[in-house]
């Protein structure tokens, strides 16, 4: 058996010197001569093959029209490289089997600051405080919730303002999600386009998605909190600019509306970047703590 074929253990990349993620779609991952290379355009005139640095790249995302094959499975698990299947541009992720990720910093620290209940909350507030522009003086998850809902009605408010939209309320009918108006629509689909990318953040720092510090039952607790840092700026970016659109009579459906701005806005604005960057930045607060440590994944 070729060793070149399994790959040296000791030749791993650590994550720390890699070089975050690369976007693939419309093609095949495989393995061809011990390598792992992708071919794009196979059903095109112009089909091409790309060598795909693994060593170096922490995660992989395959999108639309892409398969991948079992040897190329068995090399990404060998190297210790993630991938995840998502919508074009990450505006949906379906699945990213843990392949073992060769530091736990990110996750211990977590752990740490969630398992202690004055930590837990220094964090809570400090997302607060990313979200809201400043840190508020109360230490109670639940008031601190309620100040932010106020909060949040009036920049629905003001972004309807802003986009001329009718605004009457948030609403939202989990029996009958196309039941509600337009703007509302909108924002529903768009939460799911940002939770998608907040979700490809986490798998991609090996953080733990069920320990949340704002949100709890929900078994992606920690994705919903990182989406939310990102409400005002993205999720009703894209809501209010889809919607807008509809009500001027485009007669594409408001999902997909949705998914052709959040691909756009995703790009221009790094948003799984600057999620992984949040991500890193939370989990280093702490409140008269003295200095703690924290290694970047």
């Known amino acids: 058996m070729l060793k070149g074929r399994l790959g040296l253990e000791t030749a791993r990349v650590p994550h720390v010197d890699r070089h975050g993620l690369i976007w693939l779609e419309r093609g095949e991952l495989c393995v061809i001569d011990g390598c792992l290379h992708f071919l794009a355009g196979k059903d095109s005139l112009t089909p091409y093959i790309l060598q795909v640095p693994h060593q170096a790249v922490s995660m ?125 629509q909108g924002i529903n689909h768009a939460a799911t386009a940002v939770q998608g990318a907040a979700a490809i953040a986490v798998q991609a720092l090996a953080a733990i998605p069920q320990l949340g510090f704002i949100h709890e039952d929900s078994g992606q607790a920690f994705v919903l909190d990182i989406a939310d840092l990102f409400r005002e700026t993205v999720t009703l970016q894209i809501a209010f600019t889809a919607a807008k659109k509809s009500i001027n009579g485009d007669e594409t459906t408001i999902d997909r509306l949705v998914r052709r701005e959040a691909s756009i806005v995703f790009r221009k604005q790094n948003v799984i970047a600057s999620m992984i960057d949040k991500i890193k930045l939370v989990l280093r607060t702490e409140e008269d703590d003295g200095a703690g440590s924290h290694s970047d994944a």
């Open 60 to 184: 992989i995302l395959l999108g639309p029209g892409s398969s991948v094959t079992h040897d190329a499975l068995r090399l990404l698990a060998r190297h210790g490289t993630l991938m995840a299947a998502v919508g074009q541009d990450g505006v949906r992720t379906y699945t990213a089997p843990p392949l073992l990720p060769d530091r736990s910093d990110v996750a211990r620290r977590q752990a740490e600051l969630w398992g202690n209940p004055r930590r837990r909350i220094s964090v809570a507030r400090q997302m607060y405080a990313l979200r809201l522009g400043e840190v508020l003086p109360h230490r109670d998850l639940d008031t601190l919730r309620g100040i932010e809902g106020a909060r949040v009605k009036a920049i629905y408010r003001l972004m309807a303002e802003k986009f001329g939209i009718p605004w009457e309320g948030r609403h939202y009918d989990r029996g009958n999600p196309g039941a509600t108006d337009m703007p509302n």
